[in-house]
């Protein structure tokens, strides 16, 4: 991590969750939100849970995203939910083009960047999340897939790219316990800084996303570019959730 940048550290908390469990999770993440040091603390929860997280983060250090938005504003669009209805509810954030997204709801780079823009016209920051399978990886073609994925996100200018976020998500690294090395992730990073100074917008946050553990994250907050993490499975639990963000310190 660069030291003129802070550390984001978000969880996502995919489809995972119910009342009372978030109820216990949310309370032990304000409880202990002190332990995060200087790193800035974040979740993404299902729809339905927006206004209990708004509820119990409101006044906290803690912030709270949703994990997609529509590329609408508002019509005959059944299931979908704006920008300005989750701001409604006082996010701060909304995951774009998360992988999972992509692989089993075809979103295309072009309708992430269209999502992208959707937050950003309502004053949400969107966390755009890109990266390569295993067979892209295999066959030397990772670089290529995250440039492709980026172009239309790039495209949509120095202003928009100052406030967003980038996530950097090797498919092959989710919710698999295997973890880029630091270097592969900081290589893949290195190259989406450079798209972005090339693009006006040097400063913009990359996080890193794939089974980062209280284990691993230390290692990886010490990349030059890594600004913090994109946390799934090890975000369900409090406890490890801010060892992540002590890592930071
Ligand atoms: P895991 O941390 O469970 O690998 O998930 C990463 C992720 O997809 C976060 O968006």
Not at 30 to 44: F, K, M, P, S, T
Not at 203 to 232: C, E, M, R
């Amino acid at each position: 991590m660069n030291p003129s940048r802070s550390c984001l550290v978000m969880g996502n908390w995919k489809m995972h969750g119910n009342l009372a469990d978030n109820a216990v999770l949310l309370a032990g993440l304000v409880a202990g939100a002190q332990r995060a040091g200087h790193a800035q603390l974040a979740v993404c929860v299902p729809f339905p849970y927006l206004v209990q997280a708004q509820q119990a983060l409101s006044g906290s250090a803690i912030s709270w995203g949703a994990q997609d938005v529509s590329v609408h504003a508002h019509g005959a669009y059944t299931g979908e939910v704006s920008a300005a209805m989750l701001a409604d509810f006082g996010v701060s954030w909304v995951l774009c083009g998360h992988s999972e997204r992509r692989a089993l709801h075809a979103e295309t780079s072009s309708v992430v960047a269209a999502k992208a823009a959707a937050a950003l016209s309502v004053g949400l920051t969107p966390v755009v999340c890109v990266g390569e399978t295993l067979s892209d990886r295999d066959a030397d073609n990772a670089d290529c897939v995250i440039a492709d994925q980026l172009e239309p996100v790039l495209a949509l200018g120095a202003d928009a790219l100052a406030k967003m976020v980038i996530a950097y998500e090797p498919v092959w690294a989710i919710g698999t316990g295997r973890t880029a090395s630091p270097e592969q992730a900081q290589a893949i990073h290195s190259l989406i800084r450079a798209a972005l100074v090339q693009h006006g917008s040097g400063a913009t946050p990359i996080l890193y996303g794939g089974s980062v553990k209280p284990a691993n994250a230390s290692a990886l907050f010490a990349q030059a570019d890594i600004d913090g993490a994109l946390v799934g499975g090890a975000s369900l639990v409090a406890e490890d959730f801010l060892n992540i963000a002590a890592s930071a310190a």
